[in-house]
């Protein structure tokens, strides 16, 4: 049996009918057409899925859609406002927080939710805020550096000036 | 992969969600935070027929003090034991544990009742339950966490019973949870708690055996005055561990000895 499902995703409203079988991330995927949000695994271990929903980051894979009835939620494609990057995607842009580029989506999700709650986090903040999130591209330094550069120019207070880019962009 | 197909009904009490369990029979299962359950569902080791979602019963969400008991909802995510003032200041070693469970993103829809009602051997709170005498209550009764833990994913819950509810004592002298793990996100490969109470030592094991386990012969140890070193030697006493992807019997009990020890000496 199907179920109607209305979500608000990125500020827009969503209705559809679904089997309850169907992942969120398929969903919005497959139905919505936003393929941002990315699947890499099927053991909800890697964090490529990650959104926010109702501002909390989740795994997306790891919800039915139809228990997202009535949430709001925010994907990678709701970060740049008016054809500007979200501070938090330029910083991984200018930090080099990527490589092959699977992943981001979730880590900027997940990055988004830590800043969320922690505007000044250090180091080993942001290294625990990704036990989620797995890359195998990186070797997660840069990924560090962006975030550190994002909680500064997101304006958290004491954030550091952590990088080489950062400095070299002064 | 894609799960097999099932019904799907939400319920917005626990009187719904047991009539619900019992309307789809056999083969329905409760659905809370879903992260044991979908990824079954995903690998297709788990197919129940229906899902009763409890996520809207929001009074199962819920951390009470209450005198000398520290009582909380099934519906409770491991986010809210982890930053709850109730709970670390009643039961502090309980807000580290939570902490300590799978990743940010796991912990903001993970629940306590889930953990406790899926029994995994490697699950974190059924260690802290057990040897605290915490109690699970449900919709039908209240069970001792001893009789709870029977075996390996196996509890004495009804198909239409519902936990509603763990109970813990106050306790918040000195304690220590270490969980030993190749990987933050990971489950413990072994786990050892320790938690002073009512003047005694209470220490328990995780994932050393197909459940959790109370380590008495290590506080008794304690209790006739050895020393934390020596009382730990009696950590893998009767112990036998399963061999698994993470580590093989015997290391299994090295990490018992080793990491109870830890726990007595760094518990604060
Ligand atoms: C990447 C990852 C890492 C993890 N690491 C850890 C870890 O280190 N330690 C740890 O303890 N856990 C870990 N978990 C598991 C996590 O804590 C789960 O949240 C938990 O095991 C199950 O709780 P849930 O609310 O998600 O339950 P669900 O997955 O919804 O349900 C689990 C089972 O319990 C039943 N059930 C759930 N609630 C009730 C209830 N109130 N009454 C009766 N039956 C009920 C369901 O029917 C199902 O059979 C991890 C999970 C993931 C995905
Ligand atoms: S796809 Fe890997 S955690 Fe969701
Ligand atoms: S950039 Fe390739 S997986 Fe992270």
């Known amino acids: 049996m199907s179920h109607k499902v209305v979500t608000t995703v990125n500020g827009r409203r969503y209705e559809h009918e679904v089997e309850p079988r169907l992942l969120l991330v398929h969903h919005l995927r497959d139905n919505l057409g936003l393929t941002g949000t990315h699947i890499g695994c099927d053991t909800t271990q890697c964090g490529a899925c990650t959104i926010l929903l109702d501002g909390q980051a989740v795994k997306s894979c790891n919800l039915f859609a139809v228990q997202a009835e009535g949430r709001s939620l925010t994907t990678i494609e709701g970060m740049a406002k008016d054809g500007q990057l979200h501070p938090i995607q330029q910083a991984f842009w200018d930090e080099h927080g990527l490589q092959c580029g699977y992943c981001t989506p979730g880590f900027i999700m997940a990055a988004a939710y830590l800043l969320a709650e922690n505007p000044n986090p250090t180091e080993d903040d942001i290294r625990r805020g990704f036990e989620g999130n797995l890359c195998r591209c990186t070797g997660y330094v840069n990924i560090i550096k962006a975030v550190q550069t994002a909680a500064r120019t997101m304006g958290g207070a004491e954030a550091k000036p952590a990088t080489q880019a950062a400095e070299r962009r002064a | ?268």
Do not use: C
Not at chain 2, 132 to 160: G, H, K, W, Y
Not at chain 2, 183 to 198: E, H, M, S, T
């Open chain 2, 1 to 268: 992969m894609i799960p097999a197909a099932f019904e799907y009904a939400r319920a917005s009490s626990v009187e719904e969600a047991s009539s619900l369990l019992n309307r789809f029979g056999e083969g329905a299962k409760v659905l809370a935070g879903g992260h044991s359950l979908v990824p079954l569902m995903r690998l297709r080791l788990a197919q129940p027929k229906a899902l009763v979602d409890i996520n809207g019963i929001k009074d199962l969400d819920y951390v009470k003090a209450d005198g000398s008991r520290l009582r909380i909802g099934a519906l409770t995510r491991h986010v809210t034991i982890q930053r709850s003032k109730v709970v670390r200041d009643n039961l502090p070693i309980l807000a580290e544990v939570a902490g300590e469970i799978g990743d940010n993103q796991v912990r903001n829809l993970g629940t306590i009742g889930g953990v406790v009602a899926y029994a995994d051997a490697a699950g974190d709170y059924p260690t802290i339950a057990l040897m605290l005498d915490a109690d699970i209550v449900t919709n039908q009764r209240t069970i001792p966490a001893e009789d709870f833990f029977q075996d390996l994913f196996t509890t004495p819950l009804a198909p239409d019973e519902i936990v509603t509810e763990v109970v813990f004592p106050v306790a918040s002298g000195p304690h220590k949870y270490i969980k030993f793990r190749r990987r933050l996100f990971d489950w413990a490969i072994v786990g050892a708690a320790a938690q002073k109470l009512n003047g005694g030592w209470r220490i328990g094991l995780t994932n050393v055996g197909p459940t959790p386990v109370r380590a008495k012969a290590v506080e008794d140890a304690l209790q006739k005055g050895a020393k934390p070193e020596e009382a730990a030697e009696h950590a893998s006493d009767g112990l036998e561990p399963a061999d698994d992807l993470r580590a093989n019997p015997e290391y299994k009990k090295h990490l018992a000895r080793v990491l109870t020890r830890r726990a007595i000496q760094q518990a604060e």
